[in-house]
């Protein structure tokens, strides 16, 4: 079965500074691997997405993550946080009919500090 | 373009009575999803359409919650009668229903159950 695991429920960064979110999932075979940003009151926003190919995956906002396989993570990363990426993100892992089905984790809400 | 449409964005009601959220998908999407997001979780898949057929409404709780696509459009997703850990955030999604393909999510109703 398919799951996903983010070890950090809240990251408190200064903006400016570099940001890596934890994810690491589960699942039985090549997974596509997603992330997702949830503002207040907002839906969810794709940032990028993992289905095959270079492992190191770019997305929107300056955002990029890195597959690998062998740690089953997928870790996000940016190199300067701006005070607008203060939102809750989200890694998800599609099913076994690939983008459907998705499953995601619970979430890491991070906090943009001037 | 236009984005997922969803209404009311909230909702009060009392438990036993019975409640019903709409979602306008992206023009031309034929795969609809409903999503279910308890505070602190992430979104858990509740049904998925393909037009007006239903894919997947395993994770349904079937006894309250009924939903439907009449015309492979719009879709209707009903609780009846509603219980105090029925509140959470109902997030509706479509996609092209390609594989691999993305999921965009409308900005979700927020339902308190008293």
């Known amino acids: 079965a398919q799951s996903v695991t983010q070890p950090d429920i809240h990251i408190t960064v200064s903006e400016g500074a570099s940001l890596e979110l934890r994810c690491n999932y589960s699942y039985g075979a090549t997974p596509y691997l997603f992330w997702y940003v949830q503002s207040p009151g907002q839906g969810l926003q794709l940032l990028l997405k993992?289905?095959?190919?270079?492992?190191l995956v770019q997305g929107i906002k300056g955002f990029e993550a890195e597959f690998k396989r062998s740690q089953s993570s997928f870790n996000l990363r940016k190199p300067s946080v701006h005070w607008s990426d203060a939102a809750e993100y989200f890694c998800a892992v599609g099913g076994k009919t690939g983008a459907n089905n998705l499953f995601f984790g619970t979430g890491t809400r991070l906090t943009v500090i001037p | 373009e236009a984005g997922v449409a969803q209404s009311p964005r909230y909702k009060i009601i009392e438990k036993r009575q019975s409640v019903a959220f709409w979602c306008n998908p992206i023009s031309g999407h034929a795969t609809l999803y409903w999503y279910q997001q308890i505070l602190g979780q992430g979104p858990k898949l509740l049904i998925q359409?393909?037009?007006?057929?239903?894919?997947?409404d395993s994770q349904l709780p079937k006894d309250r919650f009924s939903a439907e696509r009449l015309k492979g459009v719009d879709s209707t997703l009903k609780i009846q009668p509603a219980k105090l850990e029925d509140s959470a955030v109902y997030l509706c999604?479509?996609?092209?229903?390609?594989?691999?393909?993305?999921?965009?999510f409308g900005p979700g109703t927020r339902l308190l159950v008293l």
């Open positions: 993992y289905f095959s190919g270079d492992t």
């Open positions: 999604a479509s996609s092209t229903g390609q594989v691999q393909e993305t999921q965009y």
């Open positions: 359409f393909q037009n007006n057929g239903v894919v997947d």
